[in-house]
């Protein structure tokens, strides 16, 4: 047997535990040739295909409908036709024979060892998630659901009760979405900062509310660097520090809540992250985004700025250690909100507030004058070393100017003044 290429569900760009198999373009036994999309996947964020790296013959190990686990193979390209197996003797992606057979998530078997259940309860389920559990020791404590319940939890109608309840299954993104935020709220030691950011200008700046968010992620991604714990998350008593700072933008306009990544957002200049923040919204409202773009964001930014949203509290996404949430602006006052939460394990409110108080003073900087920074030459070649504040943008926020040092390589470098007094 000849296997030139397996294709698998990657755990590196699916937070999910089971995707949904779409659809799938040809048939097991069927000749491909390299390039060509083999099947479409559904994730709880958004719908990608995956690829033919090789020329050869198709066998599926899935078909349309299927909840797939993270980690399964679902294509093989063989050589040669007689290369595909029998059905019969088929196996999953473990090696194991009936590809169908009862699979547990990994929520769902913690569970089941929590409360001592014999997984053969479940048999013939085929994928066991933690709702099944759930509903199941629900039923076993005298919950007793109606028909109609049980039909509008499997997605067929939506139903009332005795009671005059209405219940609808939720839908895959949000049942993800609860997972992944639960995962740093149930701790419970999150806290949240907050301070006012002044605008002049504020009827420019609402007449193109992605500037602000612009600016955000433009100034944020730089101040990331000198407040590393922020780009960072708390895992087994440890924090686990990202070497990249890849922004999220959480977006919630016609297709969901989704979280769109600016990769690499530290090293990008202003008028380059303001066109990929651009791309990547219309994208998601074109409903094309790809899994690249969702996947991998290691702090969060949401944006409220265009809802008139006076205050809020954002929760923190998984594997992360703060969200910056953004308000409407208060066009009276001249001023909107910059909210930060943050979890308390791996950082303090001292650093918290220090961090947000900067953002504040480099956010401003942008609209004190008639001319921006970025009109003015932000980009020139006299940065700190530590948080890339650039002179110019030193000189906007009333300061005293960046101080010439030598480094430990021997080489010329700058520092601003709240870097080189250790904030």
């Not at 297709?255 to 990544?261: E, S």
């Not at 949401?302 to 602006?329: E, M, R, W, Y």
Request: some cysteine; overall charge negative.
């Amino acid at each position: 047997m000849s296997v030139k290429q397996s294709i698998f569900i990657s755990t590196e760009i699916v937070n999910d535990e089971f995707v949904t198999i779409v659809a799938v373009h040809f048939q097991t036994g069927d000749e491909v040739q390299s390039g060509a999309a083999l099947a479409d996947i559904a994730t709880s964020k958004t719908v990608y295909s995956v690829y033919s790296e090789e020329a050869g013959f198709i066998e599926y190990f899935c078909k349309e409908g299927d909840e797939v686990e993270v980690g399964a193979i679902i294509v093989k390209i063989y050589s040669d036709k007689e290369s595909i197996q029998r059905p019969e003797t088929k196996t999953d992606s473990r090696g194991v024979g009936n590809f169908s057979q009862d699979r547990f998530s990994k929520s769902a078997l913690k569970a089941i060892e929590d409360h001592k259940l014999d997984k053969s309860v479940f048999k013939g389920k085929g994928l066991i998630g933690l709702d099944d559990v759930m509903e199941y020791l629900g039923n076993r404590g005298g919950l007793s659901l109606p028909v109609e319940v049980e039909n509008a939890k499997s997605g067929k109608i939506s139903a009332v009760t005795n009671n005059n309840e209405e219940w609808k299954k939720l839908s895959k993104a949000k049942s993800a979405e609860i997972v992944a935020l639960s995962q740093v709220q149930q701790a419970g030691l999150n806290s949240v900062v907050n301070v006012y950011v002044d605008v002049n200008g504020a009827d420019e700046l609402r007449e193109n509310p992605n500037f602000i968010l612009s600016v955000a992620v433009y100034e944020t991604s730089r101040l990331l660097r000198k407040y590393r714990e922020l780009n960072a998350y708390f895992v087994n008593s440890n924090i686990a520090f990202y070497k990249d700072i890849n922004i999220g933008l959480a977006v919630d306009i016609e297709d969901g809540l989704k979280v769109l990544r600016v990769s690499k957002a530290d090293i990008k200049d202003f008028l380059v992250l303001e066109q990929e923040v651009f791309e990547l919204i219309s994208r998601y409202l074109d409903k094309s985004l790809t899994s690249d773009d969702i996947a991998g964001s290691t702090f969060t930014i949401t944006d409220l700025s265009s809802h008139g949203v006076s205050f809020f509290t954002p929760l923190i996404n998984k594997n992360q250690s703060a969200i910056l949430g953004i308000s409407g602006i208060d066009v009276q006052l001249k001023r909107f909100v910059l909210t930060l939460t943050f979890d308390h394990r791996v950082t303090e409110g001292r650093r918290a507030s220090l961090f947000l108080h900067e953002l504040k003073e480099r956010m401003e900087s942008h609209w004190r004058n008639s001319r921006s920074p970025i009109e003015r030459g932000l980009n020139n070649n006299i940065v700190c070393k530590r948080c890339l504040k650039s002179l110019e943008e030193d000189r906007m926020s009333r300061g005293l100017g960046l101080i010439r040092i030598i480094d430990h390589d021997g080489k010329e470098n700058y520092i601003c003044r709240l870097c080189a007094e250790g904030w």
